[in-house]
């Protein structure tokens, strides 16, 4: 069948059974969305109102529906607006595949007007990227970059398509996709045994998860898991919902801003699990105090994060599922019950606290929490409320809590939730928002509106940037240096003019009215919650300190 470049790259997108595309067209890529005008009966396009927008909807419908998202985008300023939502997808191991439109071949590295080497651009946030020069092969790249997207460890794959190349012809033949296999070659039985034989040997086992949890679809074996070996469970940021968060293991998140349990039970086991995680900063803190007597064994499907930030006593490489699999068939129930009271001991004497009194972010929160079900998924963007979802928010499955934890994006939740809400129209989808990385991306309120989207954005307005704030207030002798926002914008009648339902939130006592209103509206909703500038996450690690070395309370 001779088809142009444009319509192969339908034609492939049908094959790999995707269903959504997040975009923006331009001139570059304008024989593409002709190609997809007349296969809009098939693929479902959203037209952001930015690319960036559409670059974070991607990676929000990838994260919560398991699929890969993909988005699209003309050259030049089109392609470079996408590479804030490409590197957030990369940090998290989201899998996406965006096209980018290019000038034709003739013109490439020749300042033509809107070219960019956007190939050259995010080779470092990419898990593989291409420049298609030869129309026969275009077909091929295009399954190569799905299977590269899931493979392994998830994340982004880019196709840079000239232009001439969606407009010559050549011939196509539809294949099937190929399957992403789970990879477990480096999953033998010496491994196995060695892990059995260290866990069998601790008195104090600790497990600490990560995204790659979530990534494997393994929480059930998990579960398991943590069950047979009665060890407490901590979790970073990305991996909140991988252990159910009600269950009585559960500690809650482990870190700068995690829980005394966490962070006191990690410092005093004998044997830390890892499992999916990377040991990020934000986690370790003090590299020399942590799990200071502690053996470090590491189950990862990346051979990459081995020894990059602590060194293991022993690793297990290999997709997580299949090594939780295979640890359940062989060891034993083990029974921990004076090391699993004293974790307990930790969480009944040092739960998270706050002054409750007046109209507290923790509050809402966790009202929000008991509003809501199993049926919900939470968008966060980045700071003081993104920290406040994950200590207080209840997540018990996957895929519930959406957050870019590696790059830390502002302005990634209203565009995540959007893909979500999309990919998802039978879950209700919440974003929470702070003042400051609301006003980065609030346009896409109309991409909300004019879909009817219903999402619900819960906004925690202090006025302020409010965790840079925290640390002026807390490190810098309160010289608040470009934080105070001091905005005049209305921000109930700003939704109200895109078009949704607003609601101002004032009181400690309308908090459970407005969010039942909000929650059942079906209909775009914000919420606009005023909180003091001086509201504070806490516990809090010190910069450079030790996970245990917790600030309480200012």
Known sequence: MLLTGADIVIECLKEQKVDTIFGYPGGN????????????????HILTAHEQGASHAADGYARSTGKVGVCIATSGPGATNLVTGIATAYMDSVPMVIITGNVPLSLLGKDSFQEVDIAGVTAPITKHNYIVKDITKLADI?????????????????????KDIA??????????????????????????????ELINSSSKPFIYIGGGVIRSEASKELLTFAQKIQAPVTSSLMGLGGFPGEHELFTGMIGMHGTKASNAGVTECDLLIAIGARFSDRVVSKVEKFAPHAKILHIDIDPAEINKNIVSYHYIIGDIKEVLSSLNKEIETNNRTKWIDKIKDYKEKYPLQYDNTGLKPQYIIEKLSELTDDNTIIATEVGQHQMWTA???????????????????????????IGAGVGNPNKKVINIAGDGCFKMNLIELATAVNYNIPIVIILLDNNSLGMVRQWQTLFFGGRYSETTLNHATNFVRLAEDFG????????????????TKAINANRPVLVHCKIHEDDKVFPMVAPGEAIDALIMEE
Request: hydrophobic share 35%.
């Open 500 to 515: 949704m339902i607003g609601y101002a939130l004032e009181k400690k006592e309308e908090v459970e009215e407005v969010l």
């Open 167 to 196: 407009i010559n012809q050549t011939e196509y033949e539809r294949k099937e996709p190929k399957l992403a296999t789970r990879c477990n070659k480096h999953i033998t039985d010496e491994k196995i045994t060695k892990a059995i």
């Open 391 to 417: 200590q207080h928010y209840i997540f018990n499955k996957p895929k519930e809590l959406l957050t870019s934890g590696g790059l830390g994006t502002m302005g990634y939740g209203l565009g995540a939730a």
């Open 29 to 44: 890529v304008i024989h593409i969305y002709d190609a997809l005008y007349k296969n809009k009966q098939h693929i479902n």
């Open 142 to 162: 295009i399954r190569e970059a799905f299977y590269i997207a899931k493979e392994g460890r998830p994340g982004p794959v880019l196709i840079d398509i000239p």
